[in-house]
């Protein structure tokens, strides 16, 4: 068996991992490990400017390619790194508590979901932040680590989620890190842009009869929106499901008036379990292709 096919069973089988056994305890999670190393990083070489910025990534990506040469399996590496299952159950978590009529516990588990004050959102509010979530960690945390596993294996799916983590960590326009942050921002750009048109083209095949206003949506809306990758994901999720994401959103400190995507209602709460069963769908399509694309370059290498 070839060293490409390898690649994509193992991504194949690290998403199913996930799928099955979730994300392991924080405490033993290397990601968690990964971010207080970071931590401590940040507090050695911060300075407000670009450069020490570039610094702190370039430590990051060094110890995370590392730690992802020393695991030697695209699998574990992938199922480390995917957090698909983890991503669709806290959100149906919160369109329960929406359900039996909980405004304050959907409130309280937002957060985990996204990074949005959530005390000034009502139940459409809760439920559009919840769908938009789904939709952008669908990249993030699901086709993204695929993309790198299948192409590169193991050092670059840790490469990715480090790349990731840092983003999420000092990736912000505020005053500490508009410099510092500057480098893991834009990389995080760079790592997501064709998993996040991918993301968009997997939403088209799962949702065939919405792909005119999914791509419609994607063309219209996507540009506006000030992330180039999240606005794809959103769009194409706002297309599909046929409703309005976007608008105006409150981030602790300031308000962002973000741009309308799709066209419809604004989100219910079922609208984000038909939101959870698209990004399901979309990993159950993707882990198929990985392994068919695997075991054809198998079958042909022995035939050849």
Same mark, same amino acid.
């Given at each position: 068996?070839?060293?490409?096919?390898?690649?994509?069973? $193992?991504?194949?089988?690290?998403?199913?991992?996930?799928?099955?056994?979730?994300?392991?305890?924080?405490?033993?999670?290397?990601?968690?490990?990964?971010?207080?190393?970071?931590? $401590?990083?940040?507090?050695?070489?911060?300075?407000?400017?670009?450069?020490?910025?570039?610094?702190?990534?370039?430590? $990051?990506?060094?110890?995370? &390619?590392?730690?992802?040469?020393?695991?030697?399996?695209?699998?574990?590496?992938?199922?480390?790194?995917?957090?698909?299952?983890?991503?669709?159950?806290?959100?149906?978590?919160?369109?329960?508590?929406?359900?039996? @009529?909980?405004?304050?516990?959907?409130?309280?588990?937002?957060?985990? %979901?996204?990074?949005?004050?959530?005390?000034?959102?009502?139940?459409?509010? &809760?439920?559009?932040?919840?769908?938009?979530?789904?939709?952008?960690?669908?990249?993030?945390?699901?086709?993204?680590?695929?993309?790198?596993?299948?192409?590169? $294996?193991?050092?670059?799916?840790?490469?990715?989620?480090?790349?990731?983590?840092?983003?999420?960590?000092?990736?912000?326009?505020?005053?500490?890190?508009?410099?510092?942050?500057?480098?893991?921002?834009?990389?995080?750009?760079?790592?997501?842009?064709?998993?996040?048109? %991918?993301?968009?083209?997997?939403?088209?095949?799962?949702?065939?009869?919405?792909?005119?206003?999914?791509?419609?949506?994607?063309?219209?809306?996507?540009?506006?929106?000030?992330?180039?990758?999240?606005?794809?994901?959103?769009?194409?999720?706002?297309?599909?499901?046929?409703?309005?994401? @976007?608008?105006?959103?409150?981030?602790?400190?300031?308000?962002?008036?973000?741009?309308?995507? @799709?066209?419809?209602?604004?989100?219910?709460?079922?609208? &984000?379990?038909?939101?959870?069963?698209?990004?399901?769908?979309?990993?159950?399509?993707?882990?198929?292709?990985?392994?068919?694309?695997?075991?054809?370059?198998?079958?042909?290498?022995?035939?050849?």
């Amino acid at each position: 068996m070839s060293r490409a096919s390898r690649r994509l069973l $193992g991504t194949a089988a690290g998403l199913l991992a996930d799928r099955c056994w979730g994300e392991p305890p924080t405490s033993l999670h290397p990601v968690a490990a990964f971010g207080r190393l970071m931590t $401590g990083v940040e507090d050695a070489v911060y300075a407000d400017e670009r450069v020490a910025g570039a610094l702190y990534v370039g430590l $990051g990506l060094a110890a995370a &390619i590392a730690a992802g040469v020393s695991t030697g399996s695209t699998t574990v590496a992938v199922a480390l790194s995917a957090s698909g299952r983890t991503l669709r159950v806290t959100a149906r978590e919160v369109a329960a508590a929406l359900a039996a @009529g909980d405004l304050h516990l959907a409130r309280a588990q937002l957060p985990s %979901l996204v990074g949005r004050d959530p005390e000034a959102l009502d139940e459409s509010g &809760i439920a559009a932040a919840a769908v938009e979530s789904l939709a952008e960690n669908t990249v993030d945390a699901v086709v993204a680590p695929a993309v790198f596993g299948a192409v590169l $294996g193991a050092p670059a799916v840790a490469a990715h989620r480090a790349v990731d983590t840092l983003d999420s960590m000092v990736g912000y326009r505020t005053p500490r890190y508009e410099q510092f942050g500057w480098a893991g921002a834009r990389l995080d750009d760079a790592a997501a842009f064709v998993p996040a048109r %991918l993301t968009a083209a997997l939403v088209c095949v799962r949702r065939p009869a919405r792909a005119r206003a999914v791509l419609a949506a994607v063309r219209r809306d996507a540009p506006r929106h000030p992330s180039p990758n999240a606005g794809v994901a959103e769009a194409a999720f706002a297309g599909a499901l046929g409703v309005e994401l @976007g608008g105006p959103t409150r981030y602790p400190g300031h308000l962002e008036d973000r741009p309308r995507l @799709g066209e419809g209602p604004r989100p219910g709460v079922d609208d &984000i379990e038909r939101a959870a069963r698209l990004a399901d769908e979309v990993e159950l399509l993707l882990v198929g292709l990985l392994a068919g694309l695997g075991l054809g370059l198998g079958l042909r290498r022995c035939s050849s």
